[in-house]
Structures are given as structure tokens and as C-alpha cells.
């Protein structure tokens, strides 16, 4: 860890006490009190003026123009914190999920005009935006299956098509999407795809209803957004045509990193959580914390959790040395390890808190139906394997093909 | 399988096709509009008249006098056929939980008024109830436990505590309670207990709320109960003071017998998704179908699923044959073994359906969050996982106690 | 269980008790005075001869004519107890593999000339068989990959090729091979193949080497055998040309369900050895048996074998009804599901036996070894999970095939 | 990795492909023709010699008086790929255990004259030595246990006891024993233990039996040694009398670092050889390799490597900086984890290798057998589970201890 990292670590860990987990039940009774799942509560806010004052704001920007400059290997131990508190820390520090891909996308690729209109907005935490890429009728994992068209038609774009879990749609300050579709369906199978910047009210866009997750209907809501002869201007688009394929791998990594992390930090609360409730549970005239199948859920989940972040940060730490590219095959793996890890972690924690562990007096459920999500969302668990597989072929001989007989 | 047991079980398949299977979109559509999680939707009743029309009807009655009188071998597999459609099949054939532990127990420890005003209009599909054991405050699978108090005063008891988990509570048509509590918290261990007969309008009774399962409010509810200074006539005591531990182990082998089958009809019906979805479904050129790991998945829970319905079906015939303590091993292996099993089939069913899986397009994930709940519903795996051990320990060494050295 | 099927059952068990387990140790003590891995101890034949004295002998054959002719309902719970000493129960009987499965196959398929040569004395326990169908260089559990050519030459048939896995080949008895070979490589896929009974001392029949399994040189042995030019008469044809797929076939469903429900056996060893050891072993002042973990593990390993117990009863009694091909889901799944069952058992109870359990000072590590072996010995797992999915696949579509997109 | 560490890192993986592997055929064929499991091979001696030469030699050695002192980080990486081939390469280095162990234990607590009789052959590769610690009739891995008796008689101390699993005593240049047993019953829990220096060939001792590892006997082998009235002079005492509890726990923590980095090698080598085969096995039309289900086990064997691997360098890297006491809770981890590890991967190279792979055709069933020991040996995974659960209750109870309601 360097010194900076050490900082912000420090002062984030007493953000967390001083400020978020006392938000916590505030949160559930001002969510409760306004009987909409999607309501944006004032508490969050308050957090937000609070960490922004504290300069605990954008941390995970990585271009020190935009924000502190972290490296990924000083970002993730902080992304790992707000991960133990999932509803409220990452927004409350303007580093949630898809924003803050959609900020590098934007930082990246986005013209002068949509830095002014959309990313210093959401620098400043005043807007949120989605990212629409999965599509309901098609394996998106594979992105030649992407079937949203954008057609050229004189100066404009005209977008037809149909998105599913679009993140962060229902949230009441989500103003712009960013959408991935494709510009020339019968170019070569990667410069198919463009990505363009669609403003929420632009006509044509109907948001049509949220995906809930098991039962849960997230706040920041994932959506199914309908596209019928939506038009923007050319300047809509990010980079080029034919870019968007490009442009997706350049967002994942640091997405998937992001994401392992705060599976991390909710295996690390579940994990004080089942220690705390074997402690305090007494059953046949003993603490749960006495019994050895408990000791052994104890420690298998410590194990776990330590070889999943060590995993992490390897792959931080290869990202920031040698770039995503290079990361590949350690970013799918955190990919699948981590969400697989938090599940059984979570799923001893539930089990060790008996009925309380499935209702919402814990928050166990809620992080098992997220992380469950996780081995999905971006890709199935088996397609990144795929990817690791092909890289352990080729290692012995290169010129493998699945083809090859 | 009997010749009777072979007619009810086709025409049960039949009324499925026929009736349930198309009911099932018009109930989400009634529930969806309705705006409630616990409204008694229109299209249930109309199973239900047409399921009692047809002699599908309390089929789970094990005394002829009261149903048809079929025994746990012939009855298991109609339950495990309604464990299909769970949120209308069991309750369409008013064969669904806790009632129908509630109506063996109120013909076996009712007196004849608790006979005429409660058991009738229940086997009438009526009325519902719910059964009141489990308590927030203690690990309740250990009945010693129970905290609810049932003081005699004069001709009267009054009970004070709280319960949760109470299924069916929020029934639109519940009306009465059966509930656990100590009538004598001082005397021998399994004589502290008694159950009584409450019903749900007594002063006294407040529902305080519903507890979510993985973020799913199911329709029947499982409440939160206080009971405060609640006086109930002598008349409300089934069996006699003392027999309440003994009536909740008479209770306790049917029902999970039956909540063993409907999981396994639940696998089944994950597996026929798992199966379409993977034949239907196309990436990087092949359908899943094609694939080696999704084949090994599709194999293995068709062992998993039979090897769990066999063993349910052994205790089922041990029931039958040497009484249900002498089936105790077997309805504990069952107890444990078909919700594990179902999870398996039915996590799988969900990864092959990628983001779908985890909403409500599919009824996977509100599958998942049921069979979660059975791990912990009526004692956590491992409680029954000791009673095993034990048989196993003394199998071998008859004199072995825990104590011993 | 029939009545007849009863008293085996019972004069079997008193058989291992009078006469197998006192054996165990005499055994283990001839074979270490021997020197020699393969050698054949006075102690078996004396066994042996007290089986055949009781009537307890070729229990597994199903022809009335030479056996007791019992059903594999009735023969599948002795295979069972047989598979709790398996290296010397199953022989003391006449019941072990292969000879069993020669021996059917001769009595199905054989000449006289080969019922008088071979099926008799091995019918008396005078000889013993090897079954020559795995080969080193390709994947066998695929029929079409079979190279051992059987060419026509005259009146003779030459046979070239390498066999491995030739179980028994090392067995002092052993007088002869059934081998499965190609006559007609170019013809259709199933029908290419032919066996053939060739005497172990036929001119250009080599035994190379014994295949240890784990370190275990097993005494019947695994042997590597070498055709090279060995001439046999048109006779050794079993059945006719081209016959070979179809007798291999005929071969497989009963011997899967002796080796499954050995396997059977075996576990059910392993948990009394993990049940005692538990019980006599103290650490940190308590009885292994008292901890949670190890309780968890005994019920587990009940539960487990279990299952495997009625799904193997399950396709013995579709075997018996509805024959062999109509039961191949059922085979294939007791064929993985009963070694994987085993091998958990079984790895349990070593870990609850320390360095002991890893010696030969129990018999756990030799069982571990040999229950390995069945999840690849007649085809991998993998390949039996293929068939099984392939049925699934086709129920819910009677049309679908592999290639189909 | 410093420069240090990359610079032997290289020229190992040199000595290794230039000498190691291309001795393990000579090693098999000079064992074979032996005929005795325990004989000790020229071709060990010549990679010996030449390893030395090369200054390959007691790397293992952190002392630099006595070794070139290289940091645990820094040998971690060597150790792990001398487990890639475990009969030569940790030997060929003169890094073998126990004699790593004995060898600092000597260091740190010998003589001068242990030093000069013992110590310096052991360096010189001229002499191997084992370790006395684990008794069959008592759970060892709770150092009170332990039964030998060391009693004080003038100016000897007789021992009378039994061992076993005294790994090395069969080794044909094995002169010495690091012996551990009781001086002092009736002293506090953890002063009742000494160790001491005892010649093999001192009268009363006798090496009784080998105890093989699923069938294999080790080279080095696994012994049982009874001790009768074995006479040392108090010399023969390392540290003082009640220092045994001490110096073990010294000594375990390296040992455990350079097991599990021997396991990772292991595990290495069974990844290489499962692509190998699945590159080049075909079955029905295909090499294993196109198959999804070998794609994800190639995949998750990446995964669960590099995991093991991070963790136990964590180990190694807390070891160097904050001391082996207080990285107790990660060599516990690794302890556990690395083992389990290899044994999953071993398993599924193992299915892929067919028959072949529980043979001695592949060394992957002798890497599963020594793997699997490997959780027991030193005390089973469930005692260093307890360990790691106890600092988990106390993280967050510094109070919490198991007899505490």
C-alpha cells in the first residue's frame, strides 16, 4: 500500500463508522416511508455532502484531471470497504457502478460537448447514467449477437432495438444512456458495433418496466429500455463508427476489478456477521460458536475471502503495469472467483442466522441475490472460462484452435 | 404405485395441463394489478372449485373419513406434481402448508368444536390458518426454547410472546392459529409444551408484519406475531397441557414429507427450463444444448432429482408401514437432502438462463429463494444432521451418549 | 425383498461374519508371506470351498439352468455385502468380475463347445476369465475407436492389437480372454466389431506388464496384454460377426449394477470404520464423535449412500422389468453416481483415521483406490453423464440432435 | 522478486529441464531394477553433484552461515518448482523434508557437536536424517498427547515409545533421528516435551515397518520406529528440557510454506499434463480439449493454482517481515488450502488421463496420494481450522473463548 492509498483508506474506514453504517437504518426508513423502491432518499444525499467535504469523492478516477489519480492497486482496498455497506457507500462516494464506467468512457472517448453535458455532471454527482448493452433476446455475452441497429440517415442516427438490465435506469437522476448497437451488421465481427450517448428523454426511448433481482427491485433499478426510431445527432457517438466493441473492453476491466472488490467487502460483512450471530445464538445449551461445523465455515470462509482478494489485487496490480490487456486472463478470473467466493460465504452467514438470514433483518439475502446476479451480469461464469481455458491451451501449443483436430 | 394412486395421479396431470399451467400468467396478471402481495386473487378460487369438482380435493387426508384417505406412498406423488405450479397447485387441491398439517392435527388432537368451527370450513377450502412456532428471539428447532408463556388464569390461559415466521398469516381468508408455547416452563423437558387452538381476531393477536423471502413478499405471508395478555377459553388446548411436543412431532412427518416432494417437483420443472432454455438458446454458433458442461448439468440433476425422490419415497412407505418415529431417520435424510438437491437443479436452471434466470421471467429465482428458506424452515439442516449422527453413533455402540468419554 | 432373496441375504451375511472377516487377516498375512502381489492364497480356496458347501455360490447368475437364477433385485443387496470385503467375499462366491460377465456371456452367446471348455470349470470356481476390450491408445469408451484388428484367414481369424485394463490376467487361474476386436473396420459403426474367446496361452498372446492402481498391484491384476498374430478357429466367434457392439452391450447393465452395488458395500464399511474411529478417538479431551463437523460428515455419508442404495434398487428392478436397454438412463446414472458416492464416504472416514487412514493398516485407502478407478473403468463418467443428458434433451424434444442448430 | 531470487528462479528452471526431467525416466528404470522401494539411485547422486556444481544447493537455508540466505519469498518460488518433479528435484537441491526441517532446527538449537556430527554431512547432502514425531496410538497433532517417554536416569535419558509416519528412516542414508517425547508428564501443558539427536543406529531402536501411502512405499519411506530402552547422553537434548512444544512450532512453520509450494508445483504439472492430454486424446469426433466441460476444469485448476499460490506467498511474505507466530493464522491457511487444491486439480487430469491416469504410466495418481496425506500429516485440516476460527471469534470478541455461554 502506498502512503496515498494508506490515507484514503484511513479516512474512508472512518467514513464508514462516523457516517455510512449510522445511515443504514436511516436509509431503510426513509426507503420504507416513501413506498418506492426507487426513491432517492435524502440521507444519500447528506452522504454525499459529507464525503465530497471530506474529499472522499471520485476516488476511482484514474485521470488526475478528473479525480485523485489512484492507481488500481490503491483504488481497490477502497472499493472493497464500500462494498460492506453496497446500497449506500459507493454511491455516497460517487463511485458506483455503471457511472463510474460510463465517467472513463466518457473521459476516454467523449467529445468536448459531452464532457461539458454529461461527464461534469456526473463528476459532480448530480446526475447518474446507465449503460445499455445486454439484450433480452440474444446471448449477449457474445457481442456479435448484438442486435440493437443504429442507422445513418443524413446527419443522424436512427436507434431500433430492445435492452434489458440497463443499470441505474430507474434512478430519479438518471438522465443519459450510453448504448451499444451496431453501425454495420455485416463488417468484420468486432467493427460491427458503435456506442453512442443517448440522453434519456430523447424521443423514442420508453423505459419499460425494472428487472427485479429474486424479489428485490433495486433502487438504481435494471431496466428494459425500448429503442423505436430513436435519433440523435452524429456527434452521439463515442470515437468512431465501429468502435464500440473497443471501447466495451477498454470499460470492462476496471469494472470487473470494481466489482470483485465490493464482492470482497460484503463476504468480509457477512463473514463478521456469522461470527457475531455464533457467538450470541445459543442452541442445546452451547454458543453456535462452540460447534466445529461453525469453526470450520469460519475459517473456510476466511481462506476464501483472503485467496479471492489477493486474486484482486494481483490483477490491480497488473492492470496498472501492464495494462488491461495483459490482465486478461486474471481479470476473468476474479471475474468468476470472486462472486462464487461471496455466495458461500454469504450462504454460511445465512444459514448460521436461520430464518432472520433469508428476510431483510439482515442484509444476507439481499447480498446473496446481488452476487448471485454477479455471475451473470457481463458475461456468464462459463464464457470467461472459456476465455482462461483458450489461454491455458495455447500456452502449451500455440497454435491451438478449437477447431484443430 | 397403486391403481388408485395411478388414477389420481393422472388426473391430476390432466387438471395441471388443463387448468393450472394456463392460470399461471393470469394469476401474475391479477396479483400484478391488484398492487398487493397478500390479495387472494379470483383465479385461485376457480382452480379450487374446479380441482373439487373434479375429486382433487384434500387429497393429502390421510383418514378416509375426512379425505380420501390415501396413503404418504400414494399421496407423495400427486404433492410433488403440485410442487410444479407452487403458488397455485397446492392451494387449488387445498392441499398446501401449514394447512394441511393444521387440519391432521385438529382431526387427531381437535375436540368437536375445534372440529365443526375450524376443521371443516378448512377441508371446505374456506378458511385458512397458520401455525405459530417459531420465535425470533431463540433458536426455536430446540422446542425447549419456546418462550411464549400460556398462564392458567381461572377457567382461561393468557399468552404473552412473539412468533414469526408464521406462514400464512397474511392470508386474506386466514382465520385461526395453532399455536406452541409453555404452559410450564419448569417441568420435564418435552412436557413444558402445550398448542392451542387461537383464533386470528382475538384481542390480543396483533400481525405485526411480513417478512420478505430474498426480497419476494409471498402471497400467504410469514408473519411476525405478538401476543399480548391473549386469553383463550381452557376448550382452546389441543390434546392435553403438556402434549404440545408430542402433537409437533405427530405434525411434523407429513409435512415434511410433503414439502420434500414439492421440491423435487420444483427441480423437476427448473430441469424442463434448464433443458429449453439450453435447446433454444444460441452463442458462438452452437446451442448450450450442445455443450459438454451444460450436458454434465442437465445429467447430473436428473441423478440428483432421482436419487432425492427415491429416498422420499422410502419414507413415505417407512410412514406407511412402521410409523412415522420409526421413519425418523429417513424423514430427517429427506428433511435435508431435497431442498439441497433443488437448489443445485434449480441454480444451475438459473445460469443457463443468464440475466432472465435471476428475474421474474422464469419462476427460478423465487424457486431458489422457497428451497433457501426450507434449509432453515422447521430446524436448520444441521439439527437434523445431528439426529442422524446419532442413530449412526448408537448403531455401533449402543450405549453412546454425547457425555461420554 | 422376496423370500427367497431374504434367506440368501441372511445366510450370506452369516457367512461374513462365521467365515470372511476372520478371514481378512489370514489373508493379509499369506499374501505378505508370499511375497508375490499375484499370488492366489490357500485361504480363498478354503473359503471357497465352505460357500459352495452352504449353496452360497454363483449367486449372480440369472439362468436357472446354472445359477440360483435370481433376479437382480434379489442378487443386487449380495453384491452389496460382498462389496464390504471386496478382495475376498466376491471371489469366495464365484461372484466377481469379470468372470461374472464372461460367464453370462458365454451362457448368452457361447457354442457348446465353449459351455463345456470354459463356462463349466468357471462356473466351479475351477479357473478364472479376463476381459480384454480397453486399449491404451485411444478412448475406448467410444466402440469405434476399438483397433485390435480380427482378420479372416481361412479358417482362422489373426488377431493383432494391444488390450490394457485386462482385468484378471494376472489371477494364477486365469485360462482365458474374451476379446473385443474389429472384423470389419469399414462396416457400419455399430457393427464392426466382433469378440472372440482366446485361450491366455494361445500362440503370440503376451501378458506385458501389470497396471498398478494408485500403488496397489491388485492380485487378479490389470494387465497390458499383446496380440500379436494369434491365430484362433472361426469357433472362438461368440455369437456372430459383427456381433461385438451388441454383446458388449448385453454385458454392461449387469455388471454396472454388481460393481455399484459393491460400491455400496464399501462406503457402508467406510462409515462403521468412521463411526468407531470417531468414537474411540479423543483429542483436546472429547471423542471425535462428539464434534459437529464429524457428526455432519456421519449423516452426510448416511444420506448419501442412501440414495445410491435405492437408485441402484431402482434400476435392478427396471432391469428386471422392462430390461436392460429400457433401464440404460438408470444404469448409466448408478454407474457415476455410486463410485462418487463411495469415494466422499470413503474419503471422510480417512480423514477421520489420521495417517492410518492413508496406510494399509485400514482398508480405506485401497477402497478409495479402487472406487477411483470405477469413474473411468467402462467409459468416464463424463461419457455416461453424455448419454443420460442426451435422453434428457430428447424428452423434451423428441427431434433434437447434437448437430441442430 | 528480487534480483536474487529471479537469478536461482532462472537457473533452476535450467537445472530442470536440462537435468531433472530428463532424469525421471532413468530414475523409474533404475528403481525398477532394483526391486527395492527404497533403494537409493545413481541418478540421484549424479544430479546431486551436479546441482552442487551448478550452486544449487540448501537453498532452503535462511541462515547465511549455513545456506545462501535467501528470504522465504525468495525460495517460495524455488520450492515450487522442485514440486513439480517431487521423487528428484527437492533432493537433487539438498531442500528435501524433513531434512530442511531437522537442518534448522540443528542450526538454531544444536550443539556445537550436533553441529559438526549432524549438521554438516545433512548440508553435505552425505547423510539424510528423520523426524520422530507422530505416535499411532494417540491424535498427535495435540502436542499433549504424546506418549514417549524420555526419563532422566544419571547422565542418560532412556525413551521408550513408539512412532510412526517418521518420514525419511527408510532412506538408505538416513543416520539420525529428531525425536520428540515427554520429559516432564506432569508439567505444564506445553514444557512436558523435549526433542533430542538420536542416532538410528543407537541400541533399542528399531525400525520396524514401512506404512505405504495408497499402496505406494515411499522411497524415503513412512516408518513405524519402536524406541525400547534407548539410552542418549543428555547431549543428545536440543534447547533445554521442556523446550519440545517450543522448537516443533519453530520448525513447522517453513515446512509448511515449502509443502505448499511443493503442492503448487504439483498442481502445475498436473495442469500441463491435463492440457497435454486434452489436446491430443480424441473421442467421438473431437479432441477432449473442444469440450466445454475439460474447458472449464482447465479454467477453474488456473483459477484455484493462482489463488493457492497468492496466499501462500502472502505467508511467506508476512513470515519475512512480521515473524512465523504472527502469520500463524496464513500458514494455517495455506496449510489447509494448498493441499485441497492440488487434490482437485490432480483429480481432474486424472479423468482426463482415463485409465492411465490412477497408473504409474503418469505420476498423477502418486501426486494425489501424496497430496492427500498431506491433510493429515502435521495435523489434519481440522485442527488448523479450529485455529484459524479462534482468531476469528477473538477478532470480534477479544474476550471469546469456547467454554464461555
Not at 431503510?28 to 447528506?46: I, K, N, Y
Not at 423514442?204 to 425494472?210: H, S
Not at 425500448?226 to 466495451?248: Q, W
Request: glycine share 8%.
Amino acid at each position: 500500500m502506498t502512503e496515498r492509498g494508506r490515507d484514503y483508506h484511513d479516512r474512508l474506514l472512518a467514513f464508514m463508522d462516523e457516517h455510512v453504517y449510522p445511515a443504514e437504518p436511516v436509509y431503510r426508513e426513509q426507503m420504507a416511508e416513501s413506498g418506492d423502491p426507487h426513491h432517492h432518499p435524502q440521507v444519500l444525499e447528506d452522504l454525499k455532502a459529507e464525503a465530497r467535504k471530506q474529499g472522499l469523492w471520485n476516488l476511482f478516477h484514474p485521470h488526475p484531471e478528473w479525480g485523485p489519480g489512484l492507481t488500481n492497486m490503491e483504488y481497490a482496498p477502497l472499493a472493497e470497504i464500500t462494498g460492506r455497506s453496497p446500497d449506500l457507500a459507493p454511491e455516497a462516494i460517487n463511485c458506483n457502478a455503471p457511472d463510474t464506467g460510463n465517467m472513463e468512457v466518457l473521459t476516454l472517448f467523449g467529445t468536448d460537448e459531452h464532457k461539458e453535458k454529461w461527464l461534469k455532471p456526473l463528476l459532480a454527482g448530480e446526475i447518474a447514467s446507465a449503460f445499455a448493452m445486454t439484450e433480452p433476446a440474444v446471448a449477449s455475452s457474445d457481442a456479435t449477437n448484438i442486435e440493437l441497429r443504429m442507422e445513418k440517415d443524413g446527419d443522424e442516427y436512427v436507434l431500433n432495438g430492445r435492452k434489458w438490465w440497463t443499470s441505474n435506469a430507474m434512478h430519479r437522476n438518471c438522465k443519459v444512456l450510453i448504448v451499444m448497437g451496431k453501425t454495420d451488421p455485416d463488417g468484420p465481427k468486432h467493427r460491427q458495433q458503435s456506442m453512442m450517448v443517448v440522453p434519456l428523454d430523447t424521443p423514442g426511448v420508453t423505459v419499460l418496466r425494472n428487472l427485479p433481482v429474486f424479489g428485490y427491485a433495486d433502487r438504481e433499478g435494471h431496466a428494459e429500455v425500448l429503442f423505436e426510431d430513436v435519433r440523435v445527432p452524429k456527434s452521439a457517438l463515442l470515437a468512431g463508427e465501429g468502435d464500440g466493441f473497443m471501447i466495451s473492453q477498454a470499460r470492462l476491466g476496471p469494472g470487473r476489478i470494481h466489482h470483485a472488490m465490493r464482492s470482497i467487502g460484503m463476504a468480509e460483512r457477512a463473514l463478521d456477521l456469522m461470527v457475531d450471530r455464533a457467538q450470541s445464538r445459543v442452541t442445546f445449551g452451547e454458543p453456535l460458536a462452540n460447534r466445529a461445523n461453525i469453526q470450520d465455515w469460519i475459517a473456510e470462509s476466511r481462506i476464501e475471502i483472503e485467496m479471492a482478494r489477493l486474486l484482486t489485487l494481483k490483477a490491480a496490480y497488473l492492470m496498472d503495469t501492464v495494462g488491461n490487456q495483459k490482465a486478461r486472463v486474471e481479470i476473468a478470473a476474479i471475474k468468476i472467483a470472486a462472486p462464487q467466493m461471496a455466495l458461500k460465504v454469504i450462504d454460511r452467514a445465512i444459514q448460521v442466522h436461520g430464518g432472520g438470514g433469508v428476510s431483510n433483518d439482515f442484509p444476507l439475502a439481499s447480498f446473496y441475490a446481488h452476487q448471485r446476479t454477479l455471475r451473470l451480469a457481463d458475461g456468464p461464469d462459463e464464457v470467461h472460462k472459456r476465455t482462461i481455458a483458450m489461454t491455458e491451451l495455447r500456452r502449451r501449443d500455440p497454435d491451438w484452435s478449437p477447431k484443430k483436430r
